[in-house]
């Protein structure tokens, strides 16, 4: 039977989660809530039930789970509520502002004994499914390092995304997603985080990032957010023992050259601008391979669906409070690292 | 009157200095020396007149000017010989392993009144001139950020450019150049540099690097040479306050795309991959100018044509002791921040 669900907070990302709700084969939208009577009232004219208060929400037996989309301070109080209600909860991203609201969120699923998770839902992104394919398998090897871009040109949206006291600023918006999917890629226990943070069009929040983060083998992660970079650079680029991928942009395919024989010794110096180069001349096909992986499939319902069989007992949630623990936890630090402008130990 | 040139060291660089002087307005190839006994006879075997000793080329009155392509370690002592005969000289870069090194070599120009310079040659490089030209005419607004990469996918040549001893790895190797011409790129000091080196095909030497460069007022700039990269991240990234400039390679215009108008108030968030987004939304050619700027001439005599005017007292020399100082000093910052695994402070 289809869990009844109702968005708390009816902006860009409450809209978007009613609109997967109508189309879901696991959830039903029994209705929204919105702090704002324009809001509501907007639901109401697209046929959409509207609450008049949290209360009504949580009082009403029939809700199974709400879905939290407001600014994220408020995340935690309003989550908690929910939580206390015997309602199971998913809370957008980031879901707190601190580890330890986070805890807080934490342990009142706990003693409630409700599922609680947050909308990761950028781990059903293309680009990332691919690097997560040539990991896994192994295609090109061992990973050396990978780098995680996403570069906009509009500055910070001119709502609390621009403001502190909301939890805005680049690292907490884009960078928990892009954090997010960087730990799904290896299991290896991080060493360090270095970071540093721009502020070119606003000076309250960061609004661009570059998050080194290295891993305990000597592995390593790139996670950059720019919003004044009116030329994006490649959304991935994954540098592994046997071959190099990249993506140029997520609705393109990865392209892969594959190394098939090292053979280094007879190699002629290239003139390259004004000089000559032995170390980067070109390869060709005879010691590589060059060629493209297609985009994988994904169904971004598969989290709705993960979290009904994951309330049923059936499934383990995929977004466990461990996770987004330790992607918080790794925010703070690279926080940190920025304010004191040295590398900050991890874990 | 052309000055008389001999190539010192008749290896792969030494090989295209002969080359560029037989074609040059200002130099004579007088000839070359070097240590091996089968390079001197491939040289005569080309028609080039070689040497028996370095004795008989700083004893021969003829010879106005030298250059010096040899191993990196004994750059020093062959140019001081050099300077100390009553020659000019000119050194193949890195020019010392050490700043204390080249000290010595600066003393000794001082104390013979002879020129001696390093042989910065990419400073001609196109790709390089491009970005030059930009923020001379400040086309694209104010530098924030230069992003200068060089990827290969052949590890270190096998040679003496793996070895400690003979100062080789990429930071001395590329690096030199890559950071000479971030230095020429603005004239602002430097308060930090950061930087973590790579040991994936080498252990003696690092076969590839990531340096940060961060300037007083917060611009930066990022040099990485990586040698096993078998994808090329793009050659120069250039991030500008009212614009954004890429260079794919070399070989290509610089694509460039503009600000016209920041109008950023009315973004509709756009579907990407797995979720929406505003802040990524991307622009369109109402509020952007996208177009290419042509590859600059250059010209690499224009080096030895400078040199011998400089030689005599008709131009200042282009690469001067304290730049070059100036970067062997960052070099040795950079060696300390991996080291420390910290970023360093500089001037």
């Given amino acids: 039977m289809k869990k009844n669900l109702v968005v708390i907070g009816y902006g860009g990302m409450g809209g978007w989660h009613t609109q997967k709700a109508l189309d879901s084969d696991v ?6 809530y919105d702090i704002k009577k324009e809001r509501r009232e907007l639901a109401r004219s697209r046929g959409i039930f509207a609450y008049e208060t949290y209360e009504d929400v949580l009082n009403d037996p029939e809700v199974d789970l709400v879905t939290v989309a407001i600014p994220n301070d408020q995340h935690p109080a309003v989550v908690i509520r929910a939580l206390e209600a015997g309602k199971n909860a998913i809370c957008e991203k980031p879901v707190a502002i601190t580890s330890a609201e986070l ?28 690097m997560k394919h040539l990991l896994t398998t192994g295609e090109i090897g061992e990973l050396i390092r ?26 907490y918006d884009w960078g928990v997603h892009l954090i997010d999917q960087i730990l799904q890629l290896t299991d290896e226990k991080i060493a360090y985080v270095y970071c540093t943070l721009e502020n070119i ?28 970079n009116f030329i994006a650079m490649p959304r991935f680029y994954l540098k592994c023992r046997q071959g190099t991928a990249l993506i140029p942009d997520w609705r393109e395919n990865t392209k892969i050259v594959k190394c098939k024989y090292w053979h280094e010794s007879d190699v002629l110096p290239v003139e390259t601008a004004a000089g000559l180069t032995k170390t980067m001349a070109p390869r060709d096909d005879v010691t590589t391979d060059t060629y493209e992986f297609e985009r994988p499939k994904s169904d971004v319902h598969d989290f709705y669906r993960n979290v009904c069989r994951a309330i049923d007992g059936k499934e383990t949630q995929l977004v466990t409070h461990a996770q987004v623990m330790r992607v918080l936890r790794l925010i703070e630090a690279a926080f940190k690292s920025a304010e004191l402008g040295q590398r900050v130990r991890f874990e």
């Fill in 27 to 32: 959830v039903n939208l029994k209705g929204i």
């Fill in 103 to 130: 805890q807080t969120m934490i342990d009142a699923a706990n003693r409630s004994g409700k599922l609680f998770t947050v909308h990761q839902n950028r781990r059903w992104d293309v680009d990332f499914l691919a």
């Fill in 146 to 171: 990978v780098e995680s871009r996403i570069h906009g040109s509009r500055g910070i949206p001119s709502d609390w995304r621009g403001k502190k006291a909301y939890g805005g600023g680049m690292l």
């Fill in 201 to 228: 069009t606003n000076d309250e929040v960061d609004d661009g990032f570059r998050l080194e983060i290295v891993f305990e083998s000597g592995k390593s992660a790139l996670v950059e957010v720019g919003t004044l």
